[in-house]
């Protein structure tokens, strides 16, 4: 690794991308390949001066927002962003200590053959970083074919603000977004290091989808509600889902997930192999 790779980085990607792909004019007399170094300062909302320093290894810690910007400014697909995450843990945060220790992804056996009771009802157990940690047949079935369990470990914020099927998955993405950050601020304004730096992670590899409604703030967690989901082999389906929150030292919560209507009912008992009716509607 060089001693400014964040700088050849962000240049390089400069460099790659015309000033038609931001919508702006080319006009005459460029004398720089891609964008100029005043018009990505621009997109990105922060000084020319600034970007300067970066490019030229002269400011080598930047914040989680200013590479949020700029991978929003230069249109980086998420492993682009990805990389450029890991390059500002090894050039400036590698030398962070974590005192705190991670939010446990081990289960409880009471837990788990809580899970094992539920069988084939949608549940899983999440973390304080929202990894879910544990989950019913059900659940698989359900989340499975949407891509949300494909992470290393799953995590729901990862799935929700960098995998493009997410919006598909989700009708109301907005709605779950807000639910997902409103969780995730809590652990936030507890000093949590683990949730702070996964937050720095999202700020770059998200952007502003992610970061504007972190610093918003007011956004209130609903442990219960309804949410659509548009599954690739059951349809849209109307699920309502209940948090029930562990014990404190678990920092866990279980996630249930019950139809909400008569034909959501029908069409999750097909899709996880009950006999029909056996996942009654809410309220039936």
């Keep these: 690794m060089s001693d400014n790779e964040i700088g050849a980085f962000l240049r390089a990607r400069r460099e790659a991308l015309s000033p038609a792909e931001v919508g702006l004019p080319a006009g005459p007399r460029r004398r720089t390949p891609g964008l100029r170094r005043a018009e990505l300062a621009m997109l990105a909302g922060i000084s020319v001066e600034y970007l300067a320093r970066l490019e030229q290894g002269r400011d080598r810690n930047p914040s989680a927002q200013v590479l949020g910007a700029l991978s929003d400014a230069l249109r980086l697909p998420v492993d682009a962003r990805v990389h450029l995450r890991r390059l500002s843990k090894l050039q400036g945060h590698g030398h962070m200590c974590q005192a705190a220790p ?8 009471a ?48 799935f929700v603000f960098t995998d493009p099927r997410a919006r598909d998955a989700y009708p109301d993405w907005d709605v779950v977004a807000d639910q997902l950050v409103a969780a995730m601020a809590y652990g936030v304004s507890l000093g949590d290091p683990h949730t702070a730096d996964l937050a720095r992670e ?35 389906l109307r699920l309502s889902y209940e948090v029930l929150e562990l ?38």
């Design 102 to 109: 991670p939010p446990s992804r081990q289960v409880r056996p």
């Design 202 to 236: 999202l700020t770059v590899t998200a952007g502003a989808p992610f970061s504007d409604r972190l610093t918003a703030g007011g956004l209130l967690r609903s442990r219960s509600g309804t949410e659509r989901v548009v599954h690739p082999e059951a349809g849209e």
């Design 111 to 158: 837990v788990r053959a809580l899970l094992d009771r539920l069988g084939s009802t949608p549940a899983a157990v999440v973390n304080m970083l929202g990894e879910i940690v544990a989950h019913t047949e059900g659940y698989e079935r359900l989340a499975g074919p949407l891509g949300i369990l494909d992470g290393d470990p799953p995590s729901l914020l990862r």
């Design 247 to 284: 014990a404190e030292t678990d920092a866990q919560h279980v996630l249930v997930h019950l139809p909400a209507d008569e034909a959501s009912s029908a069409a999750l008992d097909r899709l996880v192999g009950r006999r029909p009716g056996t996942l009654r509607a809410v309220g039936s």
